[in-house]
């Protein structure tokens, strides 16, 4: 597709279990990120990669929580044992080598029941 | 510590009016700076990028920055309803793949 998609869009889990959060960039992009946005609130980075550097991690709330990006696409982050707190939309968004902006996904809506 | 700033609104202006939304940043440092649009429930929307100091202008949007003072503003004439909306400022690094979002402003456009 033309833009970054994610799946699933909505996704409803019990606390205590894990979930994964996919996110596909737009082709030939090499930086991605996830930022997360809890209702009313501004987006929080959470992590970011770019070709086959080290990620960065910084953003990342706990060690429940991890990412991976395989062959410098697709992207994957999980979240382990997760618990209420941890509901919001996780939006994922890609940007070109020249850095002209990072391009959103739809998000996916997490809610920890 | 890189640090964006906005004041989060709301703004409410009459339609047809200029609406300006502002915003500063800590490292003088940056490189390029954006302004997203994100609707209530939906994702943010690149709408203006600016990579220099003075004005950009693409259709109703003008985007300013003055990196003296540390400080982009994004002007919308002839505002309309459908741009209520909450406005991200976004400042990047590293040619613009790192990046610092604002709070956002809301903007309330009334009819």
């Known amino acids: 597709g033309a833009g970054v998609s994610q799946s699933p869009s909505n996704k409803v889990t019990e606390k205590g279990k894990d979930v994964e959060l996919r996110c596909d960039p737009i082709s030939g992009h090499t930086a991605l990120y996830w930022y997360r946005q809890s209702l009313g609130q501004g987006l929080e980075f959470l992590i970011y990669f770019q070709g086959n550097s080290a990620p960065d991690k910084s953003g990342l709330p706990s060690d429940r929580f991890s990412a991976e990006r395989t062959g410098g696409s697709v992207s994957t982050l999980t979240i382990q044992r997760t618990q209420q707190e941890d509901s919001a939309v996780y939006l994922c968004?890609?940007?070109?080598?020249?850095?002209?902006?990072?391009?959103f996904g739809q998000g996916t809506r997490l809610t920890v029941v | 510590q890189k640090e964006v700033e906005q004041n989060s609104g709301p703004l409410s202006v009459p339609e047809g009016a200029i609406a300006s939304l502002n915003c500063t940043y800590s490292d003088r440092g940056s490189q390029s700076f954006f302004w997203y649009r994100q609707y209530s429930g939906k994702s943010p929307e690149l709408i203006m990028s600016i990579y220099s100091n003075g004005d950009k202008e693409d259709g109703r949007f003008t985007a300013q920055l003055n990196k003296a003072s540390q400080y982009v503003s994004l002007l919308i004439r002839d505002s309309q309803p459908s741009d209520s909306a909450t406005y991200l400022c976004?400042?990047?690094?590293?040619?613009?793949?790192?990046?610092?979002f604002g709070p956002g402003t809301r903007l309330s456009v009334l009819p």
């Open positions: 976004a400042v990047g690094w590293n040619y613009g793949q790192n990046f610092v």
């Open positions: 968004a890609s940007s070109p080598r020249q850095g002209r902006g990072a391009f």
